[in-house]
């Protein structure tokens, strides 16, 4: 919970980028926050926005860290070259985006990075936010190794056939029986994508394949409502979504482990 | 990509970014998050040359009333352009 720590607690991070061997051996960057301390912390897969590996989500995995959890956050965009994010996503988009297998193999080597540090319980969740909320479902209904789940507001989880794209071959709704973890799913009501129908579709199937899923929804807040950089930041929804978020993760990867 | 509307092409022209003008290869419009404008969603329309790096790119974020008043704009100068029989 925020403001919940004691002021003479050992409390700090360290950050920084790396390198690590991501999907079909591929040498990728990753931003990497571990807290202060030998652990056991119990660790974090973050997946970036479409907008890119960007300053949001260092910040996004900084909160993380200061909370007790190693992050790694794969820069999924790594392959296309490198410049500002806007830019780079700006070449991804062009070429149809990130494709789908790419996340899955990246997010998997992310797993087994995070189980060989010496710090790290061996409880691993994963986090997305916007098309990485997306991802992060996929992941998490392709790749074992995961125990909770955190999709934020993720745009094409529900999607018709005729959506598909080379890059987005599959609906992740379409692989809810493989869903391996718990998940914690976090909308705004005003959101378009995906819109509370869809959710409400989500929702149903996960009922029906008996997962095990939390969902809140927020009056007053559309998508990317934890964006503070954008006018789409709702404070009063996005301090209650993160606070969830800390008791999703608590109970998932701290209680059991 | 949240959306996946996304469309590139081939062009050919000149396009001038933070390192001045270079030659441009490809266009892009898309329908997705804007990254600049205060809107969830705006076209995309990027002007780039991903040989030159990422940074070889002429960025702009539209509305989609003014992308089809673009539309308008660029139909009637290509049709006036055409009229007069000037070689480009």
Redesign the interface.
Known sequence: MWNSYRTDSDLGITAEITTFEGGDGDEIHAYVVKPTGDGPFPGVVVIHHMPGWDEFYQEFCERLGRHGYGVIAPDLYCRFGHGTPDDVAAKVRSQGGVPDDTVVADCTAANKWLRSQSWCSGRIGIIGSCSGGRHATLVASKAPGFDALVDLWGGGVVAAADQATPTRPVAPIDLTDQLSCPILGIFGNDDQSPTPEQVDVHEAELAKHGKDFEFHRYDGAGHGFFYYHAPMYRQEQAMDGWAKIFDFFGRKLRSQS | ????I?E?SVVSGAGKGPGGWFPVT?A?V?F??A??S?A??AL?I?F?N?DL???A?V?VELDLASGRALVRQLEATIAAAEATGLRE
Do not use: K, V
């Open positions: 990509m949240c959306t996946s996304s590139s490809q892009t898309g997705d998050h990254t600049h205060a969830e969603h995309l990027d780039a991903y790096g990422t940074d790119r960025a």
